[in-house]
T-cell receptor
Framework: GNSVTQMEGPVTLSEEAFLTINCTYT??????LFWYVQYPGEGLQLLLK?????DKGSNKGFEATYRKETTSFHLEKGSVQVSDSAVYFC???????????????FGKGTLLTVNP | EAQVTQNPRYLITVTGKKLTVTCSQN?????MSWYRQDPGLGLRQIYY???????DKGDVPEGYKVSRKEKRNFPLILESPSPNQTSLYFC????????????FGDGTRLSIL
């Protein structure tokens, strides 16, 4: 079955540091890949997505590139801010419609804390 | 404002006392789902619904029931709650399926004593 593995947290950085959160996946076929972010006390919200190999998703300074050869979708940001402190989830969804289009598989989440 | 509303936000109850967590969305979305979030386990899908009267099991459906009688509502029912169902629960919706952005509620924290 499908699975997502992301780096264990917590991750603590100083403001303006470079961020990488690793995510690898196992899936049949050609999945779509997502990063969701959960700010304290809130539900998850979509940060970025990529639907095919070599696609780069980007939003709010975050980027992730869909690497089929390494089955990875690592999240990066060049300069983090205190307001980026949150839990980040990598997720996988089937690319094509049909019965399997209805199950989203999440990683365990990575807590990021950015200090001033 | 587009939103997914869950109620209650917090509940402490006892083993065996039936409870319902409501979920309502105002975006006319076809797809709705329930997740539970546990430390070290991330989010796991409980049930999902592709449209009115169409539901299916996720990865951890045991001990839960759902119904989808109206498009906007997708309640989660715990017929006989047990302590291992103590968790943070999220409802989510999207226009169609998981390849579109999921809109999440703010969560319901359940404690079963």
């Amino acid at each position: 079955g499908n699975s997502v593995t992301q780096m264990e947290g917590p991750v603590t950085l100083s403001e303006e540091a470079f961020l990488t959160i690793n995510c690898t996946y196992t899936a049949t076929g050609y999945p779509s890949l997502f990063w969701y972010v959960q700010y304290p006390g809130e539900g998850l919200q979509l940060l970025l997505k990529a639907t095919k190999a070599d696609d780069k998703g980007s939003n709010k300074g975050f980027e992730a590139t869909y690497r089929k050869e390494t089955t990875s979708f690592h999240l990066e940001k060049g300069s983090v801010q205190v307001s980026d402190s949150a839990v980040y989830f990598c997720a996988l969804g089937p690319r094509y419609s049909g019965g399997s289009n209805y199950k989203l598989t999440f990683g365990k989440g990575t807590l990021l804390t950015v200090n001033p | 404002e587009a939103q997914v509303t869950q109620n209650p936000r917090y509940l402490i109850t006892v083993t065996g006392k039936k409870l319902t967590v409501t979920c309502s969305q105002n975006m006319n979305h076809e797809y709705m789902s329930w997740y539970r979030q546990d430390p070290g386990l991330g989010l796991r899908q409980i049930y999902y619904s592709m449209n009115v009267e169409v539901t299916d099991k996720g990865d951890v459906p045991e001990g839960y029931k759902v119904s989808r009688k109206e498009k906007r509502n997708f309640p989660l029912i715990l017929e006989s709650p047990s302590p291992n169902q103590t968790s943070l629960y999220f409802c989510a919706s999207s226009q169609q399926g998981v390849n579109q952005p999921q809109h999440f509620g703010d969560g319901t924290r359940l404690s079963i004593l």
